[in-house]
């Protein structure tokens, strides 16, 4: 299929996304074949190298690809990697995962490697391939592993040619409506000795894109610049927050009505998603801190809403409604739902899948 047209291949994509089921049905098979008692088993063809390795103790990481033979995969140019590769010179596509990713567990490592990358066509017109496809598949005790929480998978790629814009992608499957597409999400690329590197944080397909709709409207100076006023603002910001709510805490009259209570709350509320926003935003280096911070920070934001809410309700009853306003209890009656609401969708995506407060799925 790989020596098809890629007219032909595009309109079997556009029409029942073809090539995103068959790029899938390669990655099942690499999970599901019998490798008959066998350490390891070797696939090769002209435009597809499929390696796949049962390991007790692992002692194989990764795979490089050397181009050899200038029309096709042939069994000499693939060589099994123990570690990073020494001499990123003589390398055409290699791939190779963290060893501590694969310790302490009987693991199925499987690597593969398109010469043709005819299949990965994202029909958004967004990305172009100008390098081979190679892609890493991992179970663990007979569960796959998408996401790598304690490490990362590294990717190396000789380009056709020198591009700008120049991204590292990896195939999503799920991407415009199941159709499968490239996506930019979790991978840092970095350019070494003429090859291009991308370090990502799960295992797909990878490869270097060019991206033909980059977005140029905001410079590197221009970041660092509104990075800079975002954090002096976030600054400011906590600092009067913080002389409210102790202001409310010194001052006993200023807790006598319940407008006043509500705005101590509210400020609460704001204080503690300004605060995890400057602190956490950027913490990203571990997983589980990355998503808590971003669980917390979605509840205290919710948490504000709720409060914004109660205040305007407490306008409505001033000024529009006026006579026949009491509530006895209030503050008590708006406690529970204020703080009590916004854990609701918090947790129901904590339980669903934790995994989406990190860094999304795009």
């Not at 068959?22 to 190298?49: C, E, F, T, Y």
């Not at 050397?66 to 001499?87: D, E, H, R, V």
């Not at 801190?289 to 709720?306: K, P, R």
Request: with cysteine; charged share 15%.
């Amino acid at each position: 299929m790989l020596q098809l047209s890629p007219c032909i291949i595009r309109s079997a994509q556009e029409i029942s996304s073809a090539s995103n089921r068959i790029i899938r049905a390669v990655d099942d098979m690499s999970n599901n074949v019998s490798l008959h008692g066998q350490v390891n088993i070797k696939i090769i063809q002209p435009s597809l190298a499929v390696e796949i390795w049962e390991q007790a103790r692992p002692n194989v990481t990764g795979l490089e690809f050397i181009q050899l033979n200038k029309t096709s995969i042939g069994n000499s140019s693939l060589n099994t990697l123990n570690t990073a590769p020494t001499n990123i010179n003589r390398v055409d596509t290699a791939i190779y995962i963290d060893p501590k990713v694969l310790q302490d567990s009987t693991s199925r490592l499987a690597m593969h490697v398109y010469y043709e990358n005819k299949m990965f066509d994202d029909t958004t017109g967004r990305y172009e391939t100008i390098s081979r496809v190679v892609a890493a598949r991992l179970s663990k005790n007979g569960k796959p592993i998408a996401n790598l929480e304690d490490g990362t998978v590294t990717a190396i790629f000789m380009p056709f040619k020198e591009y700008t814009d120049v991204v590292c992608g990896h195939w999503n499957y799920t991407k415009n409506e199941n159709a499968g597409g490239w996506s930019t999400e979790g991978c840092v690329h970095s350019v070494d000795a003429g090859r291009h590197i991308c370090t990502c944080n799960h295992l797909t397909n990878f490869a270097i894109l060019i991206d033909l709709q980059p977005d140029h409207s905001i410079s590197e100076d221009d970041k660092l610049a509104l990075g800079i006023i975002t954090k002096i603002g976030l600054l400011v910001s906590i600092g009067g927050l913080g002389l409210t709510v102790l202001s409310f805490i010194i001052f006993r009259n200023l807790r006598k009505s319940n407008g006043q209570k509500t705005l101590a709350y509210l400020c609460i509320a704001m204080l503690g998603s300004a605060i995890l926003f400057l602190v956490g935003i950027d913490r990203t280096e571990t997983y589980i801190g990355c998503i808590i911070v971003s669980a917390l920070l979605h509840y205290f934001i919710l948490a504000s809403f709720m409060w914004m809410l109660i205040e305007g309700f407490l306008q409505y009853l001033r000024f529009v409604k006026v006579l026949g306003t009491y509530i006895p209890q209030f503050i008590i009656k708006t406690l529970i739902p204020a703080w009590g609401m916004p854990l609701v969708p918090v947790i129901v995506l904590l339980s669903l899948d934790y995994k989406f407060y990190y860094g999304g799925r795009g």
